[in-house]
């Protein structure tokens, strides 16, 4: 438990110092989807191009199961979460400061989209430990 308050303190030192522009109630809604999809970019990254590889492969007729189950043992151990896009934070940085320069408001709509999918995976692991109750 103290590793969680830990590392949620750490997260936070980290979302002050990136703060800046934003407004003290805006920037948790900013900056924490996007360290949430950080770390799965982190954790999907040794896979990325085993997962694309595989992606290639699939039959057209797969069934969601079927791609689940072929991409999940691509990224192996275990892990029950994979990315097709051919995008990393990387590969992105430089096309979102272009943006921003040109739209501060951009990150808003970005920070909700990354909201949306972290809200998604915290939904997929409460039904699991939900199954496994």
Not at 32 to 46: E, G, K, S, W
Not at 54 to 64: C, H, I, R, S, V
Not at 105 to 129: C, G, P, Q, R, V
């Amino acid at each position: 438990m103290s590793d969680i308050k830990n590392l949620g303190g750490f997260v936070w030192s980290i979302a002050e110092t990136l703060r800046g522009d934003f407004k003290q109630s805006e920037y948790g809604k900013v900056i924490l989807p996007f360290v949430v999809l950080r770390r799965l970019d982190c954790i999907l990254a040794a896979s990325k191009d085993t997962v694309l590889d595989a992606a290639k492969t699939l039959p057209e007729n797969a069934d969601d199961a079927t791609r689940d189950m072929i991409l999940f043992g691509a990224v192996g151990g275990n892990v029950k979460v994979y990315n097709l896009s051919r995008f990393t934070f990387d590969t992105l940085k430089g096309h979102w400061l272009r943006i921003l320069k040109g739209d501060r408001k951009a990150i808003f709509t970005a920070a909700s989209a990354a909201n949306k999918a972290a809200e998604y995976l915290l939904s997929l692991a409460s039904s699991d430990i939900r199954e496994a109750a």
